[in-house]
């Protein structure tokens, strides 16, 4: 019985403690080009963790609000701790991609947060597919090309700046 208690616990500790929310779709897809990440469209959400506590709350779906002037906790921000944060939002159906947007946490706060390094992965059905390694970003709103047919949806991978967490306010995919 203990070493089944002590398997359990050792299991628990060592499992992924990532975040996911499936949105509801509120709205149908628009035609021609726009930003399929909408919340209103009904993204998948997946985030390696995020900074909660009693006077904030970072939360992942932040990212996908549209919101033109969000205040500044209105943001996703990697738990500290999370040695590689991650993002991944995922579509009800394949899209076309064309260019990826980054709000990045100098867009609204001091440029310091502005994530530096980073990927930008299309998913596909057989997987990944097109990949921007980004290594010296100073934008706070950054655009980046990512042409990819039928993607289900994109994740970025982030590597820490000098502080222990990374900051995001908004992801945009625009496409078809």
Request: proline share 5%; hydrophobic share 45%; aromatic share 10%.
């Amino acid at each position: 019985m203990a070493v089944a208690w002590l398997f359990g616990l050792a299991s628990f500790v060592a499992a992924d403690g990532h975040f996911e929310a499936a949105l509801p779709r509120q709205r149908a897809q628009p035609t021609g080009i726009h930003n399929f990440s909408l919340w209103e469209l009904g993204p998948t959400v997946r985030a390696s963790s995020y900074l909660s506590g009693w006077n904030e709350q970072h939360h992942p779906l932040f990212l996908v609000d549209g919101r033109q002037w969000p205040g500044v906790v209105e943001k996703w921000a990697s738990a500290q701790g999370d040695r590689h944060p991650w993002v991944e939002i995922l579509w009800q159906k394949p899209h076309d991609l064309e260019r990826v947007v980054l709000r990045h946490a100098g867009w609204r706060e001091t440029p310091a947060f502005t994530a530096r390094r980073y990927a930008i992965r299309c998913l596909t059905a057989t997987g990944q597919d097109a990949v921007v390694t980004i290594a010296a970003n100073e934008a706070a709103v950054a655009a980046h090309e990512l042409p990819c047919r039928q993607a289900r949806g994109i994740r970025l991978e982030f590597e820490r700046n000098d502080d222990d967490i990374v900051r995001l306010f908004e992801v945009e995919t625009w496409g078809r």
